[in-house]
């Protein structure tokens, strides 16, 4: 309110001179490029008032104001370049695990590859085990039928033997004397070994 009263003061005091060297050089055509020593004066007047007032009353705000609106924009630039620095030790973290991640992700495949080759490895080798006892199995109970068959072909052949020799040979031999003698010409007869 104040600041206003005086910037009118200012104006009625600076104004009334103008007008009354307006007034008097009415009749004179006026030369804008000349001197005039009363209108300099005054306007030299005015504006070391005017830089008075100024400087006692709106300088120190202005002032004021800008210097805190520079510390407003610098405490923002601050915390943007502390927010950046922030964010980038962030990122790299985050690209460190995201590595870390990848690389426990490749050894896991690895180790689940190896896994999955052993375990077809240990398939195979079970597999050919229990072929093996299968063919030995098999091989064994082929001997087994294989000398069963034998025997049964050789007391069918004593018993064919013994009848046909009982019925040409009229001497009466018994059964077991029988047997025991066919038997040790069809070993005779037969390899060694079965």
């Known amino acids: 309110m104040r600041i206003l009263l005086l910037n009118a003061l200012l104006l009625a005091a600076t104004a009334t001179p103008a ?13 804008l490029l000349s001197p005039h020593g009363g209108l300099m004066f005054w306007t030299l007047a005015i504006f070391l008032v005017l830089l008075v007032v100024l400087s006692k009353f709106a300088f120190k705000p202005i002032l004021a104001a800008v210097e805190a609106r520079e510390h407003h924009l610098q405490s923002m630039l601050d915390e943007a370049t502390r ?3 922030q964010a980038a030790a962030l990122l790299a973290e985050q690209q460190a695990a995201l590595t870390a991640a ?3 992700a490749q050894k896991f495949i690895a180790d689940s590859r190896a896994a999955a080759e052993k375990i077809r490895q240990d398939l195979l080798e079970q597999t050919r085990q229990e072929q093996q006892a299968i063919l030995e199995r098999a091989r064994g109970e082929i001997a087994v039928e294989t000398e069963r068959a034998v025997a049964t072909l050789r007391r069918e052949a004593v018993d064919l033997a013994i ?32």
């Open 19 to 31: 007008l009354a060297a307006e007034a008097a050089q009415a009749t004179e055509p006026v030369n």
């Open 163 to 194: 009848a046909g020799a009982g019925k040409v040979i009229a001497r009466n031999l018994d059964d077991a004397e029988n047997r025991r003698i066919i038997d040790g010409y069809l070993a005779s007869l037969t390899p060694a070994g079965r």
């Open 83 to 85: 927010d950046r620095e």
């Open 102 to 104: 990848r690389g426990d």
